[in-house]
């Protein structure tokens, strides 16, 4: 898909950004270039680092970090785990800008589209393949905390109650009307991850990601539900990421490191908490940078 990214003014700090309106994306990204630089800010893959797994964007050699403070339209994030800046650098050998945190619908009163802002970005900025990354709750019982699951495909619930990303007018810039989801987690980069993971001796699991909206964590009935339909761990993002993503030709490969084990009896239900998950992802999160590094390296882009 073609970049149709033709020069524009850059959006002042403050300006009011429209994620809806394709000119205002083109300004972010001119202001992000003035800002880093455009030999600095142009990237053949992006990053999208989960809850508690930040040491993925603090692998970044070369780094120039530009805090989402300073990115016009690009609001604060709030959850701990989640530090918020875009970090532009080398990974693996190749030119990669990182999210170290991610914007949830249930921060921002489910407006997705201002959640997916930061992919549009990206796209702009050149990105190709896009690594996504999340902490989940292992539904199916072969998961373990401190697990990694290659997501294969996902359950966008959100999205079946009409709260998708690609709700409104579509400026046809951005894209088609219509995406096909059927292959949103690319086959060759999964096998590709398997490899790598074989290499290193690392269990690797290959699931389905259910998202639900959140903030609340799942009652062990509604865990019940998603694990009749077919999903193996659940949480509260990406799937929104990757709609996006799939709308701009973007290749995507997805991973859920499991923080915590989702619970279906109530009369036995653990109580769930997110220092749990910030807890176990740092435990993890080294491991799991390593293995996105490595996978970066045999990347073909
Ligand atoms: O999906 P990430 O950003 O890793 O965060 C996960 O962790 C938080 C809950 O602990 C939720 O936001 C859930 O989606």
Same mark, same amino acid.
């Given at each position: 898909?073609?970049?149709?990214?033709?020069?524009?003014?850059?959006?002042?700090p403050?300006?009011?950004?429209?994620p809806?309106?394709?000119?205002?994306?083109?300004?972010?990204?001119?202001?992000?270039?003035?800002?880093?630089?455009?030999?600095?800010?142009?990237?053949?893959?992006?990053?999208?680092?989960?809850?508690?797994?930040?040491?993925?964007?603090?692998?970044?050699?070369?780094?120039?970090?530009?805090?989402?403070?300073?990115?016009?339209?690009?609001?604060?994030?709030?959850?701990v785990?989640?530090?918020?800046?875009?970090i =532009?650098?080398? $990974?693996? !050998?190749?030119?990669?800008?990182?999210?170290?945190? &991610? +914007?949830?619908?249930?921060?921002?009163?489910? %407006?997705?589209?201002?959640?997916?802002?930061?992919?549009?970005?990206?796209?702009?900025?050149?990105?190709?393949?896009?690594?996504?990354?999340?902490?989940?709750?292992?539904?199916?019982?072969?998961?373990?905390?401190?697990?990694?699951?290659?997501?294969?495909?996902?359950?966008?619930?959100?999205?079946?109650?009409? =709260?998708?990303? $690609?709700? !409104?007018?579509?400026?046809?810039?951005?894209?088609? &009307? +219509?995406?096909?989801?059927?292959?949103?987690? %690319?086959?060759?980069?999964?096998?590709?991850?398997?490899?790598?993971?074989?290499?290193?001796?690392?269990t690797?699991?290959?699931?389905?990601?259910?998202?639900?909206?959140?903030?609340?964590?799942?009652?062990?009935?509604?865990?019940?539900?998603?694990?009749?339909?077919?999903?193996?761990?659940?949480?509260?993002?990406?799937c929104?990421?990757?709609?996006?993503?799939?709308?701009?030709?973007?290749?995507?490969?997805?991973?859920?490191?499991?923080?915590?084990?989702?619970?279906?009896?109530?009369?036995?239900?653990?109580?769930?908490?997110?220092?749990?998950?910030?807890?176990?992802?740092?435990?993890?999160?080294?491991?799991?940078?390593?293995?996105?590094?490595?996978?970066?390296?045999?990347?073909?882009?």
């Amino acid at each position: 898909m073609e970049n149709n990214n033709a020069p524009t003014h850059a959006a002042e700090p403050h300006q009011k950004i429209d994620p809806r309106n394709f000119d205002d994306i083109l300004a972010v990204v001119a202001s992000i270039k003035e800002q880093v630089g455009e030999e600095t800010a142009c990237a053949e893959l992006g990053i999208i680092c989960g809850s508690g797994l930040g040491p993925i964007g603090d692998a970044v050699e070369e780094a120039t970090i530009l805090p989402y403070g300073k990115i016009p339209g690009f609001p604060a994030t709030h959850v701990v785990g989640h530090k918020g800046n875009m970090i =532009f650098g080398k $990974l693996g !050998g190749k030119k990669v800008v990182c999210l170290q945190g &991610r +914007f949830h619908p249930y921060e921002h009163n489910m %407006d997705l589209a201002l959640c997916t802002l930061p992919v549009r970005v990206m796209h702009q900025l050149g990105i190709k393949i896009m690594i996504v990354s999340n902490a989940a709750g292992g539904i199916n019982t072969v998961l373990r905390h401190g697990d990694l699951m290659l997501i294969k495909d996902h359950i966008f619930l959100p999205a079946l109650a009409g =709260f998708s990303p $690609l709700v !409104g007018c579509n400026d046809p810039r951005f894209g088609a &009307r +219509f995406v096909s989801v059927h292959d949103a987690y %690319d086959k060759q980069l999964r096998q590709l991850a398997i490899e790598v993971g074989r290499k290193s001796n690392m269990t690797l699991y290959e699931g389905v990601y259910v998202m639900s909206g959140g903030p609340q964590y799942e009652s062990p009935a509604e865990v019940s539900l998603f694990k009749t339909v077919g999903a193996d761990a659940l949480g509260m993002s990406t799937c929104h990421e990757v709609t996006v993503a799939r709308q701009c030709g973007i290749k995507v490969l997805g991973f859920s490191l499991i923080t915590n084990i989702a619970n279906l009896d109530c009369d036995a239900s653990v109580e769930v908490s997110h220092e749990e998950v910030l807890d176990i992802a740092e435990q993890a999160g080294q491991r799991a940078s390593l293995f996105v590094s490595d996978i970066i390296k045999e990347l073909n882009i």
